[in-house]
Nanobody
Framework: QVHLVESGGGLAQAGGSLRLSCALS????????MGWFRQAPGKEREFVAA????????YYVDSVKGRFTISRDNAKNTVALQMNSLKPEDTAVYYC?????????????????WGQGTQVTVSS
């Protein structure tokens, strides 16, 4: 079992920045991909970004490219999402997720482990 705990959400103004962090514990050797998803009220949970645990590959949804950066620290078993130039439409609950080798990084159903979520609210 892998446990994920997010932190760092909160309130920001449009154009501002927030940094989310996710701490992994448990059987982390099974994890190959770590991702961030978000869910706004009344909408489905959507892919935001993902990073491969070994290597440098990163993936982003088009709406956050150039504004968000995902990074990892394997020694500390953490993954972060730096969010810059925030927009009101970025408001959502953000979830950290993890899956094993061969995971389809954009597909939320492929992720085996999820955090409890952290609220991000961007005011205009």
């Amino acid at each position: 079992q892998v446990h994920l705990v997010e932190s760092g959400g909160g309130l920001a103004q449009a154009g501002g920045s927030l940094r989310l962090s996710c701490a992994l514990s448990g059987r982390t050797f099974n994890v190959d991909v770590m991702g961030w998803f978000r869910q706004a009220p009344g909408k489905e949970r959507e892919f935001v970004a993902a990073i491969i645990r070994i290597g440098t590959s990163t993936y982003y949804v088009d709406s956050v490219k150039g504004r968000f950066t995902i990074s990892r620290d394997n020694a500390k078993n953490t993954v972060a999402l730096q969010m810059n130039s925030l927009k009101p439409e970025d408001t959502a609950v953000y979830y950290c997720a993890a899956c094993g080798r061969g995971c389809r990084v954009y597909d939320r159903s492929a992720y085996d482990y999820w955090g409890q979520g952290t609220q991000v609210t961007v005011s205009s």
